[in-house]
């Protein structure tokens, strides 16, 4: 649910509901303590619209306390009252409130405003946590080769450095995204926002607001206040991907943040921020100084913090021994016996270049578990055989149309365009699902059930 309010006076209650109803939101209210705790240990609301002021023993403040004691408090907190007092909005934000509003001074649109963007940070850190939980460390950065033995060091090295920015540079599909989310679960910031940001596709007007936020006003469509990715990653962590796409001025703000600990919305005024950066690139950083595409200043603020992940085809038996965890992973989510020796495949994997790297490795093993009623050495082998093939074959384009023309009913053609379409895609983008899905306009769950329906 929503919003649950708690509010004594049944006039101003129905007057709320009303207006959040209206504008799109879930919403339930009671006058009674009770009802309130009752409700929300049922219902679990992400916004909580607080009255101070219930005419009998206690107050909003004694029930937000409570709440914040038990540790029961998971969602925002709007105060209101109508005998607004410094020391009551000191307490309540003290207690754990998002903001304070005094009914003396109640604005329609202001109050709107607020609800929207306390239920924004209510869901970017419900979002934050569930991939945190993804990215936490059991999921292992498995592996026993050298290099990837110093990943894990340096992990848990950086992962204590306090606020220091660390930079992952590695092909795509190597992990970088995983060891952002092990340096957020071996810091001090650990249960608190964690957000992660591909930066890559953003032009310069977009990813100043989508950062740094937005005051109303600031430009054509902007309605309201908007908070950006730093103020919602406030005192966690903001994970910034393909920083080797920004700009040159974005860089700069990037920079700012990093030594300032300073941002500034579009259309608004400088403010501090407290967010720990974690940066990720699959290019040389280096290179790009040299060629004027890479603020020099910004790279040597980064320098000294990288982690380097290695390609799957540099890992040597490590591809063995992922093969056998993600086939024993998705084995059980998809209810497929695994009968692989993966020490006899051994060979047959270093024979492949692994492109997509370790995505491409679990989505391999994924396809199989769907596509197969048990995975053999067999259905492995065939697998590698067939993409060492693709990579080998360029069919000349009018070939390809050609032998879509020549299948005679039209829903079989469409399929295999289809599938001929997304395999292209995901090939130019080495396997890496989200931007594939960036690219091709599509929702990310709508691309994963195309390639579980067409067997990629």
Same mark, same amino acid.
């Given at each position: 649910?929503?919003?649950?309010?708690?509010?004594?006076?049944?006039?101003?209650?129905?007057?709320?509901?009303?207006?959040?109803?209206?504008?799109?939101w879930?919403?339930?209210?009671?006058?009674?303590?009770?009802?309130?705790?009752?409700?929300? *240990?049922?219902?679990?609301?992400?916004?909580?619209?607080?009255? $101070?002021?219930?005419?009998?023993?206690?107050?909003?403040?004694?029930?937000?306390?409570?709440?914040?004691?038990?540790?029961?408090?998971?969602?925002?907190v709007?105060?209101i009252? %109508?005998? =607004?007092?410094?020391?009551? =909005?000191?307490?309540?934000?003290?207690?754990?409130?998002?903001?304070?509003?005094?009914?003396?001074?109640?604005?329609?649109?202001?109050?709107?405003?607020?609800?929207?963007?306390?239920?924004?940070?209510?869901?970017?850190?419900?979002?934050?946590?569930?991939?945190?939980?993804?990215?936490?460390?059991?999921?292992?950065?498995?592996g026993?080769?050298?290099?990837?033995k110093?990943?894990?060091r340096?992990?848990?090295?950086?992962?204590?450095?306090?606020?220091?920015?660390?930079?992952?540079?590695?092909?795509?599909?190597?992990?970088?995204?995983?060891?952002? %989310?092990?340096?957020?679960?071996?810091?001090?910031?650990?249960?608190?926002?964690?957000?992660?940001?591909?930066?890559?596709?953003?032009?310069?007007?977009?990813?100043?607001?989508?950062?740094?936020?937005?005051?109303?006003?600031?430009?054509?469509?902007?309605d309201?206040?908007?908070?950006?990715?730093?103020?919602?990653?406030?005192?966690?962590?903001?994970?910034?991907?393909?920083?080797?796409?920004?700009?040159?001025? =974005?860089?700069?703000?990037?920079?700012?943040?990093?030594?300032?600990?300073?941002?500034?919305?579009?259309?608004?005024?400088?403010?501090?921020?407290? $967010?720990?950066?974690?940066?990720?690139?699959?290019?040389?950083?280096? /290179?790009? @100084?040299?060629?004027?595409?890479?603020?020099?200043?910004?790279?040597?603020?980064?320098?000294?913090?990288?982690?380097?992940?290695?390609?799957?085809?540099?890992?040597?038996?490590?591809? =063995?021994?992922?093969?056998?965890?993600?086939? +024993?992973?998705?084995?059980?989510?998809? *209810?497929?016996?695994?009968? $692989?020796?993966?020490?006899?495949?051994?060979?047959?994997?270093?024979a492949?270049?692994?492109?997509?790297? $370790?995505?491409?490795?679990? *989505?391999?093993?994924?396809?199989?578990?769907?596509?197969?009623?048990?995975?053999?050495?067999?259905? @492995?082998?065939?697998?590698?055989?067939?993409?060492?093939?693709?990579g080998?074959?360029?069919?000349?384009?009018?070939?390809?149309? /050609?032998?879509?023309?020549?299948?005679?009913?039209?829903? /079989?053609?469409?399929?295999?365009?289809?599938?001929?379409?997304?395999?292209?895609?995901?090939?130019?983008?080495?396997? *890496?699902? +989200?931007?594939?899905?960036?690219?091709?306009?599509?929702?990310?769950?709508?691309?994963?059930?195309?390639?579980?329906?067409?067997?990629?």
């Amino acid at each position: 649910m929503d919003i649950l309010i708690l509010e004594d006076n049944a006039r101003t209650r129905e007057t709320y509901e009303k207006m959040l109803h209206e504008a799109g939101w879930e919403v339930a209210a009671t006058g009674s303590i009770a009802d309130f705790e009752r409700i929300h *240990n049922a219902l679990c609301p992400r916004l909580l619209l607080l009255d $101070v002021d219930l005419g009998g023993g206690e107050t909003g403040l004694d029930v937000l306390r409570r709440l914040s004691d038990e540790s029961r408090l998971s969602a925002k907190v709007i105060v209101i009252t %109508g005998k =607004a007092s410094r020391l009551e =909005a000191v307490e309540a934000v003290r207690l754990g409130a998002y903001s304070f509003i005094d009914k003396a001074q109640f604005d329609r649109q202001k109050f709107l405003i607020e609800v929207k963007n306390a239920l924004a940070l209510a869901r970017s850190e419900q979002d934050s946590a569930a991939l945190a939980e993804a990215l936490a460390p059991t999921h292992a950065l498995l592996g026993e080769c050298a290099a990837m033995k110093r990943v894990r060091r340096l992990i848990e090295v950086f992962g204590a450095a306090g606020d220091a920015g660390v930079l992952t540079v590695g092909e795509t599909g190597t992990g970088k995204e995983i060891v952002a %989310g092990q340096l957020y679960h071996a810091s001090s910031r650990r249960g608190k926002p964690f957000l992660t940001v591909n930066v890559g596709g953003m032009s310069d007007g977009m990813l100043a607001s989508e950062l740094f936020g937005h005051k109303k006003g600031a430009f054509t469509g902007a309605d309201n206040d908007r908070p950006g990715y730093f103020s919602l990653a406030e005192g966690g962590t903001l994970f910034l991907d393909e920083i080797a796409n920004l700009s040159l001025d =974005a860089q700069s703000k990037i920079l700012r943040a990093i030594q300032q600990k300073e941002i500034q919305p579009v259309g608004g005024v400088p403010r501090r921020v407290d $967010v720990r950066l974690l940066f990720a690139t699959n290019r040389d950083l280096l /290179q790009l @100084v040299h060629e004027g595409g890479f603020k020099d200043d910004l790279y040597y603020r980064l320098e000294g913090n990288v982690i380097h992940l290695p390609p799957l085809r540099e890992r040597g038996a490590d591809a =063995a021994l992922l093969l056998g965890y993600f086939l +024993s992973r998705h084995g059980k989510t998809f *209810n497929t016996p695994v009968e $692989v020796d993966t020490a006899a495949l051994a060979t047959d994997l270093a024979a492949y270049d692994w492109p997509g790297n $370790v995505r491409e490795l679990e *989505n391999l093993c994924e396809s199989l578990c769907i596509t197969r009623e048990a995975v053999t050495d067999d259905d @492995v082998r065939s697998e590698l055989a067939r993409r060492m093939r693709r990579g080998r074959m360029q069919p000349a384009a009018d070939a390809s149309l /050609q032998s879509l023309l020549d299948i005679g009913e039209m829903k /079989q053609s469409v399929a295999a365009f289809e599938r001929a379409y997304l395999l292209h895609h995901l090939e130019a983008n080495r396997w *890496n699902r +989200s931007a594939t899905a960036d690219k091709l306009g599509l929702e990310r769950t709508t691309l994963y059930k195309k390639m579980k329906k067409y067997g990629l």
